[in-house]
T-cell receptor, first 109, second 114 residues
Framework: GQQLNQSPQSMFIQEGEDVSMNCTSSSIFNTWLWYKQDPGEGPVLLIA?????ELTSNGRLTAQFGITRKDSFLNISASIPSDVGIYFC?????????FGKGTRLHILP | SAVISQKPSRDICQRGTSLTIQCQVD?????MFWYRQQPGQSLTLIATANQGSEATYESGFVIDKFPISRPNLTFSTLTVSNMSPEDSSIYLCSVMTGGNTEAFFGQGTRLTVV
């Protein structure tokens, strides 16, 4: 079935640094979604991408839908402590959404 | 977006018993889904909850273990039957809106089976 490869699995960064994570797949998706999950909460949608090549920003977050429709990246600029959490990419095909394994972001004091 | 409420938010259950999780949405939605998230893992789709018909289950999940109801366009339940410790997970209700392109989640139900 469809699978998403998300990397890195975890990141340890200093506050103020920029962050980059990505997802790749062997299959084409119609929509790419990026979520953040805090402990004890459900995932919260950060950015949705609908077209190949689309570049979308949401505050300090920027995400792109790859030209081949098989990949996407998420960048976070000037990280702050509340950015800590798990970030999931997700791809939609037909009426289903599947998720990557997540990138756990840690910010060092 | 949609506001999704799940109940209970957490529970500790004895093995062999069953737990029913409720999901209420603040607006009518066509697509509702149930996911499982095992500790430290990603989200795995259990089934699509279809209004007025039987749920559509993903590979590895069966109706006898995870019966689902969807009586209307704003409500669904997932039952985890005959629980074992391996069923300890977070169970998440999700709905798709925005022309069926974006998925939103409830806060999840954290289930511990002892």
């Amino acid at each position: 079935g469809q699978q998403l490869n998300q990397s890195p699995q975890s990141m340890f960064i200093q506050e103020g640094e920029d962050v980059s994570m990505n997802c790749t797949s062997s299959s084409i998706f119609n929509t790419w979604l990026w979520y953040k999950q805090d402990p004890g909460e459900g995932p919260v949608l950060l950015i949705a991408l609908y077209k190949a090549g689309e570049l979308t920003s949401n505050g300090r977050l920027t995400a792109q839908f790859g030209i081949t429709r098989k990949d996407s990246f998420l960048n976070i600029s000037a990280s702050i402590p509340s950015d800590v959490g798990i970030y999931f990419c997700a791809g939609r095909w037909d009426d289903k959404i599947i998720f990557g394994k997540g990138t756990r972001l840690h910010i060092l004091p | 977006s949609a506001v999704i409420s799940q109940k209970p938010s957490r529970d500790i259950c004895q093995r062999g018993t069953s737990l029913t999780i409720q999901c209420q949405v603040d607006s009518q939605v066509t697509m509702m889904f149930w996911y499982r998230q095992q500790p430290g893992q990603s989200l795995t789709l259990i089934a699509t909850a279809n209004q007025g018909s039987e749920a559509t289950y993903e590979s590895g999940f069966v109706i006898d273990k995870f019966p689902i109801s969807r009586p209307n366009l704003t409500f669904s339940t997932l039952t985890v039957s005959n629980m074992s410790p391996e069923d300890s997970s977070i169970y998440l209700c999700s709905v798709m809106t925005g022309g069926n392109t974006e998925a939103f989640f409830g806060q999840g139900t954290r289930l511990t089976v002892v």
